[in-house]
């Protein structure tokens, strides 16, 4: 299944925007600004991209939902502080428990393995099918906020604080 998964961010993001129910999303609606340094996506044409500093101001905030893709005994080891588990192999069984939550948020941020990763836009696809518009990508995901050393949760995370790379 994991390797089915980035397969399928590429078919979606080679979708035509006509015939992808994402289309109906703004850019210029989007609830963050886009990162041109990572608008090279196809899928950055069809919801925010955002770096690690703009994930770092929107965690902790009213109204900002944290979604991890990952597989869920990844989010079990550690993820990002708050964030929910919504793997996208089982996206069609999570996403109810979470829906309220993720309709009333001012801002969804979905994230997984990183910049080679597509997850979190598989997962992006799946909330504009469900009629969410208001979700950006963390483009770095977990592996450039674990790197960075920012506070992360889980079973196995260290009591201690990590090594911290920018203050």
């Not at 609830?31 to 044409?45: G, Q, W």
């Not at 902790?60 to 079990?76: K, P, Q, S, T």
């Not at 309220?100 to 992006?124: E, M, N, P, Q, T």
């Amino acid at each position: 299944m994991r390797r089915f998964l980035p397969f399928l961010a590429l078919l979606l993001a080679c979708l035509p925007p006509s015939r992808c129910p994402a289309a109906a999303f703004k850019l210029s609606d989007a609830p963050v600004p886009n990162d041109p340094t990572l608008t090279h996506r196809p899928t950055a044409k069809l919801w925010p991209h955002i770096n690690i500093a703009e994930a770092r101001k929107l965690i902790g905030h009213d109204g900002v939902v944290f979604v991890d893709g990952r597989l869920a005994e990844e989010y079990a080891r550690s993820h990002l502080p708050g964030a929910i588990s919504i793997p996208a192999a089982d996206f069609d069984n999570t996403y109810p428990e979470y829906r309220h939550r993720l309709v009333h948020a001012k801002v969804v941020v979905v994230y997984c393995h990183g910049f080679s990763c597509g997850i979190g836009d598989a997962i992006c696809q799946m909330l504009a099918d469900q009629g969410q518009r208001n979700m950006c990508v963390f483009s770095g995901g977990f592996p450039q906020w674990s790197e960075y050393g920012y506070p992360l949760e889980g079973k196995g995370v260290p009591k201690r604080g990590g090594r911290r790379l920018n203050p």
